[in-house]
């Protein structure tokens, strides 16, 4: 079985570009989250996408937005990038209620 | 409130010792205690997890020690391997149906030296 898969791998923007990030869930799993892996801060809850719906945010800005497709991918975008966006985004997914809860391997965004 | 205070930050042990990691929380609405290992270029993979109507749980070399009233929760891992080396996090959610999210500890970097 296929886990949870990211794209790109790693990607370098320069400061005030737009990124874009995608997740494949675990098949049939409906509900993704995102999370901000800086360093030395741990990770740091960004989004929860379930049925296409957003349900919960974390203390992040609005130009971190996201949204989750028909099929239950996702796409996290962050736009005006700044230097401290710069982290590993990992995305994770499950069935309701947090069962089969899974990580992926993450995309490490740089920005210059 | 949201927080879950987790130490050491760093830990090296030798093969076959016992490495021992702490976490602290302060809402008591948490019912959920997982904890994740990471190794490197990888995402974290869930380890072990407890709930609080229990007070140890115990999986191959993996044990989780819970204390309710002093909201604090550790990872022992016995007998410990150099495969073992890597990032663990402790974590606490507190329920699904109020939008939950895993709020997660700062991170232990170990390292078992063979």
């Known amino acids: 079985e296929a886990g949870v898969t990211q794209s790109p791998t790693h990607l370098i923007k320069t400061r005030g570009q737009q990124a874009t990030l995608r997740c494949s869930p675990i098949s049939g799993h409906t509900s993704v989250y995102w999370y901000q892996q800086a360093l030395g801060l741990g990770l740091q809850f960004l989004l929860w996408y379930d049925e296409g719906e957003e349900r919960n945010r974390g203390n992040f800005p609005p130009r971190f937005s996201g949204r989750q497709f028909p099929n239950y991918s996702s796409e996290l975008n962050v736009n005006a990038l700044e230097l401290e966006d710069s982290a590993l985004y990992l995305c994770a997914s499950s069935f309701w209620q947090g069962v089969g809860y899974t990580f992926g391997s993450g995309t490490r965004l740089t920005v210059v | 409130q949201q927080q879950v205070k987790q130490s050491p930050q760093s830990l090296i042990v030798q093969k076959g010792g016992i490495s021992i990691i702490n976490c602290a929380y302060e809402?008591?609405?948490?019912?959920?205690f997982p904890w994740y290992q990471q190794f490197p270029g990888k995402g974290p993979a869930l380890l072990i997890a407890?709930?609080?109507?229990?007070s140890e749980k115990k999986e191959g070399r993996f044990t989780i020690s819970f204390n309710k009233s002093a909201k604090q929760f550790s990872l022992h891992i016995m007998d410990s391997q150099p495969g073992d080396s890597a990032t663990y996090f402790c974590a606490a959610s507190m329920g699904w149906t109020s939008g939950s999210r895993l709020t997660f500890g700062e991170g232990t970097q170990l390292t078992v030296n063979p």
């Open positions: 407890i709930r609080p109507d229990v």
């Open positions: 809402n008591t609405a948490f019912d959920y």
